[in-house]
C-alpha cells in the first residue's frame, strides 16, 4: 500500500537528498544539490502543468513520481523509487495510484510513459497495470556512455482504466499493395483515405531522434 502527497516548500531538503541518495542508471547526467535547487525555482517540480508527488509505504519516504503534461490530453510521468526501497512492489503500486490520481484529478483521455528498453522493472510494472506498449524508437536513448539503446513507450487510456478493459494498438492497419489495410481497422478510415504509398528517399538529417530530455519515465 503506497500513498501519493503533494511535495510542499518544506519539502527541498527531502528532496535533494531523496535524489543525491540514490543511483538513477536509466536517468542521463547526475544531479547536485544546486541543479536540485534551481529546478525547484524554475517551477520543474510544480508549476501550471506540473505536479511532484512524494509516494510513501504508509510509514517512510520511499519515492517521487513527477507528472507532466497536465494541460494536455495525455500527460507523461517519470516514476522514481529509492534503491533500496526496489523490488518490493512498491513500484507498481505507485504507478497503479499515479494512474488512479491522473484521472480521477484531471480530464485527460490517456497516461504515457517511456522507459529504456533495458529498464525491465518499469517495464513489467507498466504491464502489470495493464498500460499498453504503444511505441517503440529504435536506438532512440542515448546513454550516457555513448550507446543508443530502444525507448519503448507505453500507455493508459481513461476508457480501459475505467472499464478494466485493454484497447489493442491497430498494429496491422499499414495499406497493402491495393490500398486496403492488411487486418481489421477499429475506424475504418484507412479503408477510406489510403492509397498505396511509392518507397521514397529519406533524407536522414530531417529526421531527429528522441532526445533525452523528451523521454520521461
Ligand atoms: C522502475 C521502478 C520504479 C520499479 O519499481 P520497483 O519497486 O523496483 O518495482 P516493483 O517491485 O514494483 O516490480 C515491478 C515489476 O518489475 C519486476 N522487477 C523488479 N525489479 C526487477 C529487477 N531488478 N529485474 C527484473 N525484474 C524486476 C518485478 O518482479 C515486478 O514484475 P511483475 O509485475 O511481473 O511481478 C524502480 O525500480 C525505480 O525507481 N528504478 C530507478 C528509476 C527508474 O528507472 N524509473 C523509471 C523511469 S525511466
Not at 15 to 37: C, K, R
Not at 61 to 78: K, M, N, Q, W, Y
Amino acid at each position: 500500500m503506497v500513498t501519493l502527497d503533494a511535495l510542499a516548500a518544506g519539502d527541498a531538503d527531502w528532496l535533494a537528498g531523496f535524489l543525491l541518495g540514490s543511483s538513477w542508471p536509466y536517468h542521463a547526467g547526475v544531479i547536485d544539490e544546486d541543479e536540485v535547487a534551481d529546478r525547484l525555482r524554475q517551477g520543474y517540480y510544480d508549476g501550471p502543468d506540473v505536479v511532484t508527488l512524494i509516494v510513501s509505504d504508509g510509514s517512510r519516504r520511499i519515492g517521487l513520481a513527477r507528472v507532466e503534461d497536465l494541460d494536455d490530453d495525455s500527460p507523461t510521468f517519470d516514476l522514481r523509487i529509492g534503491a533500496e526501497h526496489r523490488g518490493q512492489g512498491h513500484g507498481s503500486a505507485a504507478l497503479r495510484e499515479l494512474t488512479r490520481w491522473v484521472f480521477d484529478t484531471h480530464d485527460v483521455e490517456r497516461f504515457e510513459g517511456t522507459t529504456r528498453q533495458d529498464n525491465v522493472a518499469m517495464r513489467s510494472a507498466f504491464r502489470s497495470i495493464g498500460f499498453v506498449k504503444e511505441a517503440h524508437y529504435r536506438r532512440g536513448w542515448p546513454t550516457p556512455d555513448g550507446r543508443l539503446l530502444d525507448a519503448i513507450g507505453y500507455a493508459m487510456l481513461r476508457v480501459d482504466w475505467e472499464t478494466g478493459t485493454s484497447t489493442p494498438v491497430a498494429w496491422d492497419d499499414e495499406p497493402r499493395d491495393d490500398g486496403v489495410p492488411d487486418g481489421p481497422s477499429p475506424t475504418g478510415w484507412m479503408t477510406r483515405a489510403l492509397r498505396p504509398v511509392p518507397p521514397r528517399s529519406v533524407d536522414a538529417t530531417r529526421h531527429g531522434r528522441i532526445t533525452q530530455s523528451s523521454v520521461t519515465a
